[in-house]
């Protein structure tokens, strides 16, 4: 079995009730293996000589209501390779655990806060720190618990990271009706899976995931009858409108722009309807299509 030299991150939000994993390694698509979570169950993150069952057990565990560390417990009672294993865990009460074995590769080691646990091996000693004074200077302030995942990653990363260097990163956050059209738990689930600066894409990566599924705040609507003129003449070079420069935005631009939306696949920020339209869609067309 390959080992899965890593840095990751466990850790809850009580706020908008997430729970969230983010992991770096150089592994090929290391996310989907490291990274497990269930709303109302809690996540988990399993390495090292990874246990891949250590995921759905260890979420089907706590969401009967055992905690962290007994899952642990649990887990490692019956692996007879457990000295080689290493995992994180918060469970659906933001109590966090980890284990590390005594036969993972030097650096290895973890880090239990309030609400969180960074673990890793085969790392510049420091890293795992790094890593939670960073999540713990974040968490609460602007954004939301997948840009403070990332966070921690990064200043991970800065403080040297995998001793191997870089190949891979992923951040998956859960909440209850968080997925698609309300249908699952799977919030954000983004994976760079090969790249030389994988937390920097992933961080784009984030920023796109909020601009097409963040939430849309009226504050920063603009009414569509005061800028009926500029989508016109963008409309007219991606072909999207065929009619004259009137400024006026009637029957025909709206379903003009209703399309265009709909191709880039900004809908989520404004439903063909409403008379304003958000402002970071505005923003993107001018950016992609300005002239």
């Given at each position: 079995m390959k080992r899965i030299a890593t840095f990751s991150i466990v850790a809850f939000d009580p706020q908008r009730q997430e729970w969230g994993v983010a992991v770096q390694s150089k592994f090929l698509a290391a996310g989907a293996v490291v990274s497990w979570a269930q709303a109302g169950a809690g996540a988990v993150a399993t390495q090292s000589h990874a246990n891949v069952t250590y995921g759905a057990r260890g979420l089907a565990l706590m969401a009967t209501g055992a905690s962290a560390q007994d899952t642990i417990q649990q887990l490692i009672a019956s692996d007879p390779q457990r000295a080689r294993r290493q995992v994180g865990m918060v469970d659906k009460d933001g109590h966090a655990a980890a284990y590390t074995g005594e036969e993972c590769y030097a650096w290895a080691g973890h880090l239990v806060g309030e609400g969180f646990a960074c673990q890793g091996n085969i790392l510049v000693p420091g890293t795992v720190e790094a890593m939670a004074a960073r999540f713990k200077a974040v968490r609460g302030g602007p954004g939301e618990l997948a840009d403070w995942l990332v966070e921690a990653l990064a200043a991970g990363q800065a403080a040297g990271?995998?001793?191997?260097?870089?190949?891979?990163?992923?951040?998956?956050?859960?909440?209850t009706g968080g997925g698609y059209g309300g249908d699952n738990d799977?919030?954000?689930?983004?994976?760079?899976?090969?790249?030389?600066?994988?937390?920097?894409?992933?961080?784009?990566?984030?920023?796109?995931?909020?601009?097409?599924?963040?939430?849309?705040?009226?504050?920063?609507?603009?009414?569509?009858?005061?800028?009926?003129?500029?989508?016109?003449?963008?409309?007219?070079?991606?072909?999207?409108?065929?009619?004259?420069?009137?400024?006026?935005?009637?029957?025909?631009?709206?379903?003009?722009?209703?399309?265009?939306?709909?191709?880039?696949?900004?809908?989520?920020?404004?439903?063909?309807?409403?008379?304003?339209?958000?402002?970071?869609?505005?923003?993107?067309?001018?950016?992609?299509f300005g002239a």
């Open positions: 990271g995998d001793k191997r260097g870089r190949q891979a990163a992923g951040v998956l956050v859960v909440r799977r919030y954000l689930d983004l994976r760079v899976d090969d790249d030389p600066e994988p937390i920097r894409r992933l961080q784009a990566l984030v920023e796109l995931h909020h601009l097409y599924f963040g939430a849309v705040d009226p504050a920063n609507g603009i009414p569509l009858t005061e800028v009926a003129g500029e989508p016109q003449a963008l409309m007219q070079r991606t072909g999207h409108y065929t009619g004259p420069l009137t400024g006026h935005f009637d029957a025909a631009t709206r379903q003009a722009l209703r399309a265009l939306v709909g191709t880039e696949n900004l809908e989520e920020r404004w439903d063909g309807e409403t008379d304003w339209i958000d402002g970071q869609v505005v923003t993107y067309l001018r950016q992609r």
